[in-house]
């Protein structure tokens, strides 16, 4: 089935520790996102890449980094996880032939104590 | 800047009620895309419809509607005869910067459908 595959699906994370949540997408899509949604303020964007080898921050960048090595997988790495970050993520991908028409994983709840 | 803004933050209706949940945009580009995504309470986004910028046309879908008014930059979405599956947070986004700009979202709308 076509689709965005995110792990894991949720995890209990020690502050300070390293973290990479990964996402898979099979569309063959060029852009790529993460975006974090903490309740009443919607969804914000982390960090983005529009092609393989290419990556741009997004609203709420600090303390995240990706890397975009091929087009299918592009994972957002924790390098020292804080209280704060605890929150879903969701990866995104995107096909420009279809007016910018995402298409979301299915979200990682990540819970940093 | 571009921004969205939903301002009803929480809506409760009966069942068969109808009810219209409020987007309204900024932006300086002319190209841009304006979406409705659902999110039920199983967490995961659901696109529901795209509009671009030169498309003012009205869509109907179902007992789904959505009315694009570029004079008062809205896109707002109504509901005809709500049924409780239509319980979800509902979030409008932008997309700017053309096709492959980065879309943002509202903060979302709460729609809660009483039996």
């Known amino acids: 089935i076509a689709g965005i595959t995110q792990a894991p699906t949720s995890q209990i994370l020690a502050a300070g520790r390293r973290m990479t949540l990964r996402c898979t997408q099979d569309m063959r899509h060029n852009a790529m996102y993460w975006y974090r949604q903490d309740l009443g303020l919607g969804l914000r964007l982390i960090h983005y890449?529009?092609?393989?080898?290419?990556?741009g921050k997004g609203e709420v960048p600090d303390g995240y980094s990706v890397s975009r090595a091929n087009t299918d997988d592009f994972p957002l790495t924790l390098a020292s996880a804080v209280p704060s970050q605890t929150s879903v993520y969701f990866c995104?991908?995107?096909?420009?032939?279809?007016?910018?028409?995402?298409?979301f994983g299915s979200g990682t709840r990540l819970t940093v104590v | 800047a571009q921004k969205v803004t939903q301002a009803q933050t929480e809506i409760s209706v009966v069942e068969k009620e109808d009810v219209t949940l409020d987007c309204v945009y900024e932006t300086r580009d002319t190209t841009y895309y304006l979406f409705w995504y659902k999110q039920p309470p199983s967490g995961e986004l659901v696109f529901l419809i795209r509009?671009?910028?030169?498309?003012?046309q009205n869509e109907i879908s179902g007992r789904y509607s959505w009315n694009f008014q570029k004079s008062t930059s809205s896109f707002n979405f109504t509901i005809t005869a709500s049924q409780v599956v239509d319980s979800a947070v509902y979030f409008c986004a932008l997309n700017y910067g053309g096709s492959q700009g980065n879309l943002i979202f509202g903060k979302g709308t709460k729609l809660s459908v009483k039996p």
């Open positions: 890449s529009n092609t393989a080898g290419t990556t």
């Open positions: 509009r671009n910028s030169f498309d003012e």
């Open positions: 995104a991908s995107s096909d420009p032939t279809t007016g910018g028409g995402y298409t």
